[in-house]
């Protein structure tokens, strides 16, 4: 994860660290990157989007919880919210660009639960409005992700390039040659034929601002639109979240934990079951402003560092002369429906 962070956002997490330690915590969650943003970028992006000082925000976190006189030393561990944080601000940098702390803001943003939610609104700031005021000052202010873009990686295309030609991905690289603009010239050795391959970057583009609620389980459950991005395919991202998720997660983890460390039960029987499989049973229709009917091309339920989430990919792209994306989602007996603003230079 951190060989994608720019300096700046390496120098967030040393001083959310800082803040941590002059307080006396002995973790580094979500109010501490906050505090880390504040002091990275105080009278820049982070200080015009939230409209609060680096004083303001540092009371707010003194009083949220409790201090320490004596300063902690060492390692200081990262929380699993913090940790989330960090993760989706990978997804909320732009194709080709390094995490910028533009972006931890972002994901900050993004996130209703936890410390650095509750520090927010303790200081009055309105999180969609300020996630709303971030990306627009992101986009007008190109220096708040620095570096520009990476060039096109051909080579992360080999697999693909291979499973065309239907070769053995372990000897394809010595085959290929990169032209570039783009171009991979492939040859076998055969002699009535040679592969020229055009390797196109698609930008994707994200059409929620931030997660929304679609319903509750009647356990108590709830399911969160957490996102939808469109590039080749439309892709849509559901979490679980609430009260019931923790506890859910907990017991999955012991199961899986369990299940491990017994070797018979390795051979015999399937691993516990990810909690996004519950997310299996919501219903989801997507449909277009030119009657574009969606179908699922491929999904993912669960993961390490996944367990929550489940994502479904839609064929086909949105065509040019759509501007609309309808989502209806049912979850129980509660039905949903968004209007998502496409790209008006789709992919």
Known sequence: MFERFTDGTRRVIVMAQEESRELGHGYIGGEHLLLGLLRENGAGTTASALGVTLAQARREVRALAPTSRSKRSGHIPVTEQAKKILELSGREAPLGHAVAPVDVLIAVLGEPDGHAAEVLAALGVDREAARRRTIALAAAEPASRPGGREPIDLRKATDMIVMTAGRNPDVAEEHMQLLGDGLVHVDYGEADQVFLVQVTRIPRVRLLDVPRPLGVFDDGMEVWLAGVTVDNYV??????????????????????????????????????????????????TLRDDVGSDYQINTGQTGGTGREWLHEWSYRPTPPPAATTLHLTAQVDQTLTTLDLALPTNPP
Do not use: I, K
Not at 239 to 263: I, K, V
């Open 235 to 284: 892709t849509v991202t559901l979490e679980g979240r609430g009260a019931a998720a923790p506890a859910a997660l907990q017991g999955y983890r012991d199961q899986r934990a369990r299940w491990e460390a017994d070797a018979q039960a390795r051979s015999d029987t399937e691993p516990p079951a990810w909690p996004a499989e519950r997310l299996l049973a919501v219903t989801l």
